[in-house]
């Protein structure tokens, strides 16, 4: 009974992949991708994604730091409201998006006033980026710095390191790993974003048109295209998926050497 169990499970999730690389002759996926609404899509993802990780690493890495760092009152509100993103319906982060900056949003008029319109442009693909990955690179990066050993900070702050020197030599190369990991998550989830992506951006080829978008559309106008486009994408989660798993592995094997290398004066006394 529980080998069928597995087996249906198994089988569940593996027959939807087998049927995607199926349906269409593997030979003819370079030439559908070669389509210019596929290339204009893979532009506008490359584009937007390689803006929003950037923001996400500069603004989430002193952000997840200091969380990680510090006690204060109304932490666990700040880590949960952190969090949030990542349960939230994706239309619903679309939605709070719009609300925000948005024409007559809570920010939307004075940006207006500024110059400065956001909704259905291709920065706001970005923020939608960085509104539903952030989370996901800001949970492993706090999870880093926290399995930081403090008595190596203050070490280093014994033999004269001001703070700044200290983040730079010691926390972050201890750290790299997980930040790693979480910039990994927070890739993948971004390339694979739609809902709060077409509700605050619209989807508008060559300008906000995604990967996902763009499939959403080729299933009306040519399957084929599609399929290819979701082949494409399934190779790319793979590799993300391969990547983020190395990289696990990579951080537990340095943590045991590590464990090793530090009790071993002890076990030779």
């Keep these: 009974m529980l080998a069928l169990a597995v087996g249906i499970a198994l089988a569940f999730l593996a027959i939807p992949l ?9 030979g003819q996926v370079p030439s559908l991708l070669r389509d210019p609404a596929v290339r204009d899509a893979i532009a506008v993802t490359a584009r937007t994604n390689a803006i929003a990780n950037v923001l996400i ?51 939307g008029s004075d940006l207006a006033d ?13 923020l939608a980026v960085v509104f539903v990955a952030s989370p996901f690179y800001l949970r492993q990066a706090i999870a880093a710095f926290e399995s930081v050993d403090p008595g190596l900070i203050d070490t280093a702050r014994t033999l004269g390191a001001g703070p700044a ?6 926390v972050l190369p201890l750290a790299a790993g997980g930040l790693v990991a979480g910039w990994v998550l927070a890739f993948a989830r971004g390339v694979g974003e739609f809902g709060a992506t077409i509700v605050f951006a619209g989807n508008v080829r060559g300008e906000t048109q ?31 998926l391969l990547a983020y798993k190395m990289i696990v592995s990579w951080r537990r ?15 030779s006394v």
């Design 18 to 26: 087998v049927a995607l690389f199926t349906e269409v002759p593997l």
């Design 57 to 107: 690493i500069a603004f989430g890495t002193p952000t997840a730091w200091v969380l990680a760092s510090r006690r204060f009152p109304g932490r666990s509100l700040v880590v949960t409201l952190t969090e949030l993103p990542l349960v939230l319906p994706p239309a619903v982060a679309g939605i709070a998006l719009l609300a925000a900056f948005g024409a007559g949003g809570l920010l």
């Design 114 to 126: 500024a110059g400065i319109v956001l909704p259905f442009t291709e920065w706001a693909v970005v």
């Design 165 to 170: 020197r200290r983040f730079a030599r010691v």
């Design 253 to 267: 094997s340095t943590s045991s050497s590590t464990s090793r290398f530090a009790t071993s004066p002890s076990t």
């Design 210 to 240: 995604t990967m996902t978008l763009a499939i959403y559309e080729q299933l009306e106008t040519n399957f084929d295209v599609a399929l290819a486009l979701g082949i494409l994408m399934v190779v790319l989660s793979a590799a993300v």
